[in-house]
């Protein structure tokens, strides 16, 4: 399945693998490449040395390319950005803001950028920045998120904009790969399927909640603070939930989430800890390899396509 995303970023098939935070490290990302998807490092709020030492370790595992997700309000993106480059990464996303500053030194590198957005705005915005592609990532999503649905904003972003648009948010099958594609994507960004890839390094207790998950275990917390999160249901996200209804000032709510998605991921604390996972949670069922899910999407996504195609006469 080639479209200008594969082209553009040097992969076989239109899958990008989440940025996610203490997730995405060099054993998901190397393993998502070489399936032949894009892999990504998560930078997160990491130290730019921490995101050389992946590069590297990524670098030895796979010869395809990969990327680097940069949070751009972390204290250390200045720095990532410029270790993208001098460590030669082919492909950089970003989230959390603009990348307008970093994009000539990005651009002279051959870097492909590819922000996060969740709105027509931004996109237009980002287009004219001159940037390889955007990702329309709606509320399905796992983590942080804007207001749309991915259904909404997905076609939206792709009448506004020339460039590639992928989408994001909501993708569990090759229905929701399907859908996409329908909506105006070249490409579909995957988080919550790959958190429970036999290469992820998140604590078997966060994989257990996702692959326990029904249709409706999870919730968006911090609406009232202006940055939601969508999460699976704890005791922590009850807690959280309680005191926004009564009131609860950021601190208050701030200090109940501080180091809960490394709680979760590294020390495997599912009742505390923060287990961000998209709406699609319910939908996954079993742990497989980047390959195994890589393969079975894109299987999936050309079978329901012909499938669909025969309704029209």
């Known amino acids: 399945m080639k479209t200008r995303v594969t082209e553009c970023l040097g992969i076989e098939y239109p899958i990008i693998q989440g940025g996610m935070a203490w997730v995405a490290e060099h054993n998901l990302a190397a393993a998502v490449s070489e399936a032949g998807g894009l892999g990504l490092i998560g930078a997160a709020n990491a130290p730019a040395e921490w995101v050389r030492a992946e590069i590297r370790k990524a670098k030895e595992m796979t010869k395809k390319p990969f990327g680097v997700n940069i949070m751009l309000l972390s204290p250390y993106a200045e720095e990532v950005a410029k270790v993208v480059v001098e460590e030669g990464v082919k492909v950089v996303t970003t989230g959390a803001g603009s990348p307008e500053k970093f994009l000539p030194m990005w651009k002279e590198a051959g870097i492909r950028v590819v922000p996060v957005v969740a709105s027509v705005a931004l996109a237009k915005r980002m287009e004219r920045s001159g940037v ?57 960004q995957v988080g919550t399927r790959f958190v429970v890839a036999h290469e992820s390094i998140v604590h078997e207790n966060y994989k257990k909640k996702i692959l326990s998950a029904k249709d409706i275990d999870s919730v968006v917390t911090g609406r009232s603070t202006g940055h939601p999160v969508r999460t699976l249901r704890n005791k922590t996200t009850r807690e959280y939930l309680k005191l926004e209804k009564e ?39 079993k742990e497989q390899s980047c390959k195994e899910i890589i393969e079975e999407l894109m299987a999936q996504t050309v079978e329901i396509v012909k499938e669909r195609g025969s309704w029209v006469r």
Do not use: C, W, Y
Request: net charge negative; aromatic share 2%.
């Open 247 to 285: 009131g609860a000032t950021f601190e208050e709510l701030e200090n109940l989430t501080i180091g809960g998605l490394r709680k979760a991921v590294v020390e495997g604390d599912a009742d505390r800890g923060s287990v961000m996972a998209g709406q699609i949670a319910g939908m996954i069922s």
């Open 132 to 188: 390889d592609a955007v990702v329309a990532e709606g509320s399905e999503a796992g983590g942080h998120i804007g207001e749309l649905t991915t259904m909404a904003l997905l076609p939206q972003v792709a009448d506004a904009v020339e460039i590639p648009v992928i989408g994001a948010g909501g993708a569990g099958d090759g229905r929701g790969v399907a859908a996409m594609f329908m909506l105006g994507a070249e490409a579909v």
